[in-house]
């Protein structure tokens, strides 16, 4: 019996360590990924927006900031096998995690601008991963405001509420689109409208959901 059990655990460590192993393969695969699509979006700005002064920030992200707006892409972080927090998990698993956002100078309105969260997981097929693109709202009925909106979450008990089926405070604003395997152009093209937008003082709280595309853009 001894002998069964200590293979038992034998492979249930084994089992363990190539979970491991895969985890830190998707974590590597979306820091790859990630980095790719971070340059295209700042290339993006320094050729249609070659005035923005770009920065980069301690922790690897960068921000670019032009007449009071700033877009800032932050850096990729390692989400925990579950991330959670005992509230019901959704029916996916992600692995890496940042955000990207456009602030612009607080208006009378309480307004700095909105974020989107992006994921690396499975989040449309078991098994598929990739980047995904969403963002979070207060539920009408929270007594929580939020300066920005809509506005990004990680992997967490508050994005576990806006993704679960019954009433929270939270929200989703922006339903998971994953980034097409070839293509940037549609995000690239919608966040630097929002940041033109913000470079002219016409970033306004989003009044609506669906939302439509920004108005400004350097590109015609």
């Known amino acids: 019996m001894n002998v069964a059990r200590m293979g038992q655990e034998a492979r249930q460590a084994s ?6 192993e895969r985890r ?14 971070s340059e295209q979006v700042r290339d993006a700005i320094k050729t249609d927006a070659p005035t923005a002064t770009i920065r980069t920030a301690q922790d690897g992200g960068w921000s670019a900031s032009l007449n009071g707006a700033t877009l800032s892409l932050s850096n990729v972080v390692a989400v925990a096998e579950k991330p959670w927090e005992g509230w019901e998990a959704p029916a996916f698993n992600v692995a890496a995690a940042t955000s990207i956002e456009v602030r612009v100078p607080s208006n009378r309105y309480d307004y700095d601008g909105r974020s989107h969260a992006l994921w690396f997981g499975d989040i449309k097929e078991a ?27 990680p992997p967490g008990e508050a994005s576990a509420k806006a993704l679960w089926t019954g009433m929270a ?10 980034f097409p395997s070839q293509s ?5 093209d919608r966040w630097l409208g929002w940041f033109a937008d913000g ?3 016409n970033l306004h709280h989003p009044s609506s959901m669906p939302e439509r595309r ?5 590109r015609r």
């Not at 830190?24 to 699509?37: E, W």
């Not at 940037?184 to 690239?188: K, N, R, S, T, V």
Request: hydrophobic share 40%; proline share 7%; net charge neutral.
């Open 169 to 178: 405070e939270y929200q989703m604003a922006w339903p998971f689109t994953p």
């Open 127 to 153: 098994g598929r991963y990739g980047w995904y693109e969403a963002a979070f709202m207060l539920s009408p009925f929270s007594r929580q405001r939020s300066r920005l909106a809509p506005f990004s979450l």
């Open 184 to 188: 940037l152009e549609d995000f690239i």
């Open 24 to 37: 830190r393969d998707l974590i590597r695969d979306a820091q790859a990924s990630f980095r790719r699509l």
């Open 214 to 218: 920004p108005e400004g853009s350097w």
């Open 199 to 201: 470079t002219q003082g």
């Open 15 to 20: 089992s363990a360590l190539s979970d491991a």
